[in-house]
């Protein structure tokens, strides 16, 4: 009994630290990777920030199927969520960066997004050229 009460605790151990580390979320297919620390940044991509409860640059402007990168600077989880619901980055953890996917659209669309925590965290993505 006891060998198998140990072996149960090691499997769910491994099982534990095995979930550790570079994960996917959100809640659609736009959001790429979820990476933490600077070293494992993905390095391509229009990049924001979440600074003092704001998104820097809170308006950009990128191509059809761009990857944009959102870091949270901030010591709070937040969101990147497009009012329209075309993405959402689910929760991004302090210190973290998630690659969101701008889909197939059509130049001159604005799409506007917010923090869906801390609502009064707005911008606009248009899409150019």
Known sequence: ????????V??????LLAS???SSVGTNQNVLTTTT??????????????RNFAFVPANLTVKPNSIILVTNDDAVIHTFTAQNNSFNSGNILPGQTVAV???NVSTGVKIAYYCSI????????????
């Open 37 to 50: 620390g600077a070293a494992s940044k993905p390095a391509a991509g229009t990049k924001v920030a979440i």
């Open 20 to 22: 550790c580390g570079s």
């Open 118 to 129: 801390h609502q009064y965290m707005t911008g606009t993505v248009t899409i150019g050229n």
């Open 101 to 103: 996917k701008v889909g």
């Open 1 to 8: 009994m006891r060998r198998t009460i140990t072996k149960s």
């Open 10 to 15: 090691l499997v769910f151990a491994g099982l």
